[in-house]
């Protein structure tokens, strides 16, 4: 019997459970090892956070829905994130989670148990994982889990240690129960504010008095309740005098002296713990000079990695798509259907999987870092940077996330509090060089630099590709400090974040990070180089009127009388059909502009489609020089190096050429996907209009001045 997807959940599910918890609190691992590969990203209604949804098929054949809520640390919603977590677990119109697996740091039970409590009010069946239970041994702290039970109310508590899948057969044999709703209270809402929780309990039809404690709280901001029911909100806050900054102040002072009398009775600490693994690592992990030196060693082994690692599988990849292309063509019936796959079709989706294995590289590295709890080490060095510049700490992670894609690090921006900081902060993080920019820096310095090594261990491919990703960092810092002095922001926030323990990477987790964002990558590329390429060979291979045939023609009239030219006739009728087809027509009209630049009209078309995605501009040049080419084993490498310029008689990718392409492209707008959530998030169309005038004013004027200089 085949595993259910997540695509047929809808249909055959037998339940729905969450997974909520703190940051750091091995909540992902516990999602990954729960579903395996069997999971799916989308967004939740209404809104653009991450909805991570998997299906765990339990021993009884009975499917369950198993939904990763974002990392909260209570349900009061500060955040975009936390305001998921409020809308899914307060909302009174959709059914209700059959559990919530409360996932808890057992060796941070203080900080972790406030969330908790508040799900225990909220009257939900939920099952408390204690996870990290390893760590709590090494530590050597004694945990009474049946006196937390007790003192929880009855809560179901499960012990694990996720990383290693230590506790998940109890957790699956919780599960097949009907999980029972803890009988504890924390706080009396109806004690605070009797008469507005009284009055929202009835006429929204409230489960219990928490619940409409909480709407009265933050009933605005909860996308489930319409217009008029707000409005209700409104009214009873203010007829009852609800004072919600008070009252909140109140219940969380009261959850906490509460937590820490179960804690007395239920854990035991050692007194003058020794300073453990985790401290003396920081201290130079986290030292203002040898911290960032470890950073940038760091970098400089991932950018090695990524070309020296990824040579052998890439170029065969390479080959085989030309082998590919060549065996088409020779072997199947001459026809347009058949240039379409030779020359547009293999060539375009062999300009994106050719760098699959590069992805898969820095994809596996940015996981390991994430796993092993070093980045948060450099976040929180890098805060003080930020600081510098003006920017707000927590501006680190966006920037951070930008390496691997824009449009989820400008969609992080929302964790920052300052309007100013955050505009800012989306502003420069498109200079960020994303993964989609990879395959255009690679491709580039793979023609141009040289096959060097020094002392043995540094490539110079790998040092361009390392200088390329700070030049878009240091760019993305330099207007982040000119915007700022442009604004003139009042307040300026500051990074307030826990480090986790320093842990051995879970290689499942980084296996399954590394198969989804590959797989995204080639699924969501693959989709617009299929089209892309499509379009670009009708455009290509088809021109206005008769064109193409009277060019035709006249060549051949020509090499009648020209042995030289007769010679090479269908090399040069290529040329001719390619320059009068409707491609090429549009590629004459604007290269004018880009000529300063170093650039033809073939670059310039692939400039202009790779707004679309900027992995498109690999398979655009790709599938524009394979036009016609019946050169076997054909690979893009090989088509590209022999590109002659017409003026010159050398080679049109010279080393000016190609610098100036990479400047351009570190510096240049990332696409219109980008575009779009930059106006998404600013609810304006100022901002984009603005970014993207900017950052191509900066793309066109460096790269003249690389391409001039360099000539």
């Known amino acids: 019997m085949s595993k259910p997807t997540t695509e047929t959940l809808a249909t055959v599910s037998t339940g729905?459970?969450?997974l909520v918890g703190n940051p750091n609190s091995g909540k992902s691992s516990l999602f990954n090892l729960l579903t395996g590969l069997n999971q799916k990203v989308g967004n939740y209604p209404g809104v653009t956070v991450d909805q991570k949804v998997g299906?765990?098929?339990?021993?009884?054949?009975?499917?369950?829905?198993?939904?990763?809520?974002?990392?909260?640390?209570?349900?009061?919603?500060?955040?975009?994130?936390?305001?998921?977590?409020?809308?899914?677990?307060?909302?009174?119109?959709?059914?209700?989670?059959?559990?919530?697996?409360?996932?808890?740091?057992?060796?941070?039970?203080?900080?972790?148990?406030?969330?908790?409590?508040?799900?225990?009010?909220?009257?939900?069946?939920?099952?408390?994982?204690?996870?990290?239970?390893?760590?709590?041994?090494?530590?050597?702290?004694?945990?009474?889990?049946?006196?937390?039970?007790?003192e929880l109310g009855g809560v179901s508590i499960i012990q694990m240690n996720a990383r290693r899948g230590k506790g998940l057969p109890a957790l699956k044999e919780q599960l097949e129960k009907d999980i029972n709703t803890p009988l504890g209270k924390f706080y009396d809402a109806h004690a605070?504010?009797?008469?507005?929780?009284?009055?929202?309990?009835?006429?929204?039809?409230?489960?219990?008095?928490y619940q409409a404690y909480l709407l009265l709280h933050y009933g605005n901001s909860l996308n489930f309740l319409s217009p008029d029911e707000k409005e209700l909100l409104e009214n009873c806050k203010a007829q009852f005098g609800f004072d919600s900054e008070s009252l909140q102040k109140d219940e969380t002072t009261q959850r906490y002296r509460r937590i820490d009398q179960i804690l007395e009775s239920a854990m035991l600490v050692p007194e003058n713990e020794p300073s453990g693994f985790t401290?003396?690592?920081?201290?130079?992990?986290?030292?203002?000079?040898?911290?960032?030196?470890?950073?940038?060693?760091?970098?400089?082994?991932?950018?090695?990695?990524?070309?020296?690692?990824?040579?052998?599988?890439?170029?065969?990849?390479d080959l085989m798509f030309g082998k590919l292309g060549s065996w088409i063509s020779a072997n199947l019936p001459a026809g347009p259907l058949t240039d379409l796959l030779a020359e547009g079709i293999v060539p375009g989706i062999g300009g994106i999987v050719i760098f699959i294995p590069q992805i898969a590289i820095l994809f596996a590295f940015i996981t390991i870092l994430e796993e092993s709890g070093y980045m948060a080490r450099v976040v929180f060095m890098m805060d003080k940077l930020?600081?510098?510049?003006?920017?707000?700490?927590?501006?680190?992670?966006?920037l951070i996330s930008g390496l691997a894609c824009a449009i989820p690090a400008i969609m992080a921006t929302r964790g920052i509090d300052d309007w100013k900081d955050r505009l800012i902060t989306i502003f420069v993080t498109p200079f960020m060089s994303c993964s989609a920019r990879l395959p255009v820096y690679v491709i580039l310095i793979?023609?141009?630099?040289?096959?060097?090594?020094?002392?043995?261990?540094?490539n110079l491919a790998g040092l361009v590709l390392m200088g390329l990703y700070l030049l878009g960092f240091f760019m993305a810092i330099a207007s982040a400090w000119v915007m700022k002095k442009l604004i003139r922001a009042k307040s300026q926030g500051f990074l307030i974040m826990e480090l986790p323990g320093y842990r051995w990477p879970r290689w499942g987790n980084v296996g399954i990070t590394v198969w989804e964002k590959s797989k995204t990558f080639v699924l969501e590329a693959g989709k617009i180089i299929l089209a892309v390429s499509i379009i670009l060979w009708v455009l290509a291979s088809y021109g206005p009127g008769d064109s193409i045939q009277r060019a035709e023609e006249q060549l051949t009239q020509r090499a009648q009388q020209e042995q030289t030219l007769a010679e090479s006739l269908d090399a040069h009728i290529e040329s001719v059909r390619l320059q009068e087809s409707y491609a090429g027509q549009f590629g004459k009209w604007i290269e004018p502009v880009i000529r300063p630049l170093g650039y033809d009209w073939k670059i310039?078309?692939?400039?202009?489609?790779?707004?679309?995605?900027?992995?498109?501009?690999?398979?655009?040049?790709?599938?524009?020089?394979?036009?016609?080419?019946?050169?076997?084993?054909?690979?893009?490498?090989?088509?590209?190096?022999?590109?002659?310029?017409?003026?010159?008689?050398g080679p049109r990718f010279t080393p000016a050429v190609a610098f100036s392409l990479l400047i351009f492209y570190a510096f240049a707008m990332q696409c219109m996907s980008t575009l779009a959530i930059v106006k998404q998030e600013t609810r304006s169309w100022k901002w984009p209009t603005l970014q993207l005038f900017y950052m191509t004013l900066m793309a066109y004027g460096s790269a003249y001045l690389v391409y001039q200089l360099m000539s």
């Open 16 to 18: 729905r459970i969450a």
């Open 55 to 150: 299906a765990l098929q339990l021993s009884s054949g009975r499917l369950i829905e198993v939904v990763d809520l974002p990392g909260t640390y209570s349900i009061y919603p500060r955040s975009s994130d936390e305001l998921v977590v409020a809308n899914q677990l307060i909302n009174l119109k959709e059914e209700a989670f059959q559990a919530v697996v409360v996932v808890v740091d057992a060796t941070n039970l203080e900080r972790n148990l406030l969330l908790c409590t508040q799900l225990i009010d909220l009257r939900l069946p939920i099952i408390l994982v204690l996870n990290m239970a390893d760590l709590v041994q090494k530590r050597k702290i004694r945990l009474n889990v049946d006196v937390l039970r007790q």
């Open 192 to 209: 605070v504010a009797a008469e507005a929780v009284s009055e929202i309990k009835h006429q929204l039809g409230c489960d219990n008095y």
């Open 279 to 317: 401290e003396k690592l920081d201290q130079y992990v986290t030292h203002k000079v040898f911290g960032y030196l470890i950073f940038f060693g760091l970098l400089l082994l991932i950018f090695q990695a990524i070309f020296a690692w990824a040579a052998a599988p890439m170029d065969l990849i």
């Open 386 to 398: 930020m600081r510098k510049v003006g920017l707000n700490g927590r501006s680190v992670v966006p």
């Open 446 to 458: 793979g023609l141009v630099v040289p096959e060097q090594t020094f002392w043995g261990v540094f």
């Open 604 to 649: 310039g078309i692939a400039l202009i489609t790779s707004f679309a995605a900027r992995e498109v501009f690999v398979g655009t040049i790709s599938t524009l020089y394979s036009i016609g080419d019946t050169e076997s084993e054909s690979t893009i490498k090989s088509r590209l190096r022999n590109e002659i310029n017409p003026e010159t008689g």
